[in-house]
């Protein structure tokens, strides 16, 4: 028996080895991989469609130069989206409830698109933190509001994919605990729970697709404006 809620997001080990590395290669094994035949399985085709579905609606607002993404974005919202699914099945592990997981794909890719604007149009890229028409007075204002939100970019990111999915399971979990609680006692308002928490799963099965595509979508936006 847990002795926390909040046990369920330790990082399992065994042996004194992280379990983690394991579930983050784990999706990648799971994806079949395209043959040489002119004409493939179903399976294969659809995941293909996917991906090609996905990439050019992601990449329509971006002109050439932010194409170049277009295998890492793809590649990220794929591997999110299987991760945060995996991790809603029972005796898993969701790596992306961590924070450090998360932080360590925010911060470099946030970091990489405003390399790219520096380097690329660093004039364009630093009129971002002044708005056209802005009074004199208020400039060195905003300029610090600007350069606060810019900063809080890779938190936000981190932050939101984290907490969602965080109170999604903890959510799950309360109402399951609740449900194996009330049977005994009021089996009625047991399985009236039971259908709560059903219709919760398929909301956290939403919210697992959904936000992977945010945490992309966000980038996309960010490397929208610095190329």
């Known amino acids: 028996m847990m002795v926390s809620f909040f046990d369920q997001f330790a990082s399992p080990s065994f042996l004194g080895i992280p379990l983690i590395a394991i579930a983050v290669a784990l999706p990648w094994v799971l994806f079949p991989t395209p043959t040489s035949r002119w004409i493939n399985n179903r399976l294969i085709t659809v995941q293909t469609w996917f991906i090609n579905r996905f990439t050019n609606q992601l990449m329509l607002p971006l002109n050439v130069g932010g194409h170049k993404w277009a295998l890492l974005l793809a590649s990220l919202m794929v591997f999110l989206i299987t991760i945060n699914m995996l991790g809603l099945l029972p005796y898993t592990f969701t790596p992306t409830t961590q924070l450090s997981l998360n932080m360590g794909l925010a911060v470099p890719l946030w970091l990489a698109t405003v390399i ?38 890779p938190l ?11 109170a999604g399971h903890l959510l799950i979990q309360l109402i399951a605990t609740a449900v194996f609680v009330l ?4 089996p009625t308002v047991a399985i ?36």
């Open 116 to 153: 790219i604007g520096m380097r690329n149009q660093p004039t364009v890229a630093l009129g971002h933190l002044l708005p056209e028409g802005t009074p004199i007075p208020l400039i060195p204002v905003l300029i610090i509001i600007e350069t606060i939100s810019l900063f809080i970019r």
């Open 192 to 227: 009236l729970t039971a259908a709560v928490l059903f219709l919760l799963t398929l909301l956290e099965v939403a919210v697992a697709m959904i936000q992977a595509y945010v945490f992309v979508l966000l980038l996309s936006l960010y490397l929208q404006e610095n190329v």
């Open 156 to 166: 936000a990111l981190g932050v939101r994919l984290t907490a969602n999915l965080t």
């Open 183 to 186: 049977l005994p006692m009021m």
